[in-house]
């Protein structure tokens, strides 16, 4: 089995030493790949000389970076994880064997329950609480730790994601698209550690809380328009009310646009999905298509 291990980096010269050190304790059979994003201090450097091998990836964000590792990199699964030390390694041979196992297409590491808050900053805490459950509320899923960076994926994962997040909302897309579109995936409950002496957090809280909100308000109107445009025409109804004629009256065309709108958009996306199930082969015509090659095979 072919792991990779793919690092995200900004100038982490502090721990990523250790960092792919213990991938090599841990997983002494892996590929370990750090990207690094444009550093300028000597991650680079102290990268190659732990034994990892460095990809430039320009396109600053770690959406961005994610994206580069997917279309260059190949394995049977990829472990996605920071540089900064704060996920332990020793938890990763559980995460792949959970994937393989089960057959999942990702694995997530979930730090809220077994994890210290202290290892948090205090604002980065309070915000995955509240986006974790904002989640829960507006998809119907028991999601435990929506912006966990410790992951894996499987190979199809990797190659048939349509990821479209540039930053650090990369980690709600992820979750957000394996929730929606029904694929196979988990959470497992892991540890979670300070950052090494000397490393900087590049999450900005406001202006990344800001574009995490702005996601999960993007995939909630995409994957469940339904919901998104009656929950405006229920708003729209309701303040049509309390305003005078000719405000109220425009509030109630908008509500019944946004009615319109989100029944138009949800039948769209059920045909969209019917159509996507009726393209994939069934297991009879699978077998068939085999049987065929092997009479083929015999044949020549």
Not at 79 to 85: C, I, K
Not at 126 to 153: A, S
Not at 154 to 176: D, M, Q, V
Request: charged share 20%; glycine share 8%.
């Amino acid at each position: 089995m072919r792991i990779a291990i793919i690092i995200p980096c900004l100038n982490e010269e502090a721990a990523i030493g250790s960092v792919v050190g213990e991938c090599r304790k841990f997983l002494p059979a892996a590929e370990i790949y750090v990207l690094d994003n444009g550093s300028v201090d000597n991650t680079v450097s102290v990268a190659i000389e732990a034994g990892a091998t460095v990809i430039h990836s320009p396109l600053r964000g770690k959406g961005n970076v994610i994206r580069h590792a997917f279309r260059v990199l190949d394995a049977d699964y990829f472990l996605m994880l920071d540089g900064d030390g704060t996920y332990p390694l020793s938890e990763a041979q559980r995460l792949l064997d959970v994937a393989q196992r089960y057959n999942y297409e990702m694995v997530m590491g979930a730090r809220l329950k077994l994890s210290d808050s202290s290892a948090f900053r205090p604002m980065h805490y309070l915000g995955n609480i509240f986006f974790t459950g904002l989640v829960k509320l507006l998809f119907n899923f028991q999601v435990q730790d929506l912006l966990t960076g410790y992951r894996v994926f499987s190979r199809r994962f990797a190659r048939e994601i349509n990821l479209l997040s540039n930053e650090f909302e990369i980690e709600t897309e992820l979750t957000i698209r394996a929730m929606a579109e029904n694929l196979a995936f988990c959470e497992v409950p892991i540890s979670y550690g300070k950052r090494v002496a000397g490393g900087k957090s590049k999450l900005r809280t406001f202006r990344d809380g800001w574009k995490i909100l702005t996601t999960i308000v993007r995939f909630l109107m995409y994957f469940r328009p339904g919901f998104f445009f009656g929950s405006m025409a229920v708003i729209a109804f309701g303040a049509s009310g309390l305003l005078n004629t000719e405000n109220g009256e425009f509030l109630r065309i908008l509500g019944t646009i946004f009615c319109g709108l989100g029944f138009y958009l949800h039948w769209q996306l059920n045909m969209q999905r019917l159509r996507s199930r009726s393209m994939a082969p069934s297991i009879s015509s699978q077998n068939e298509v085999s049987k065929a090659g092997e009479q083929n095979e015999n044949a020549a």
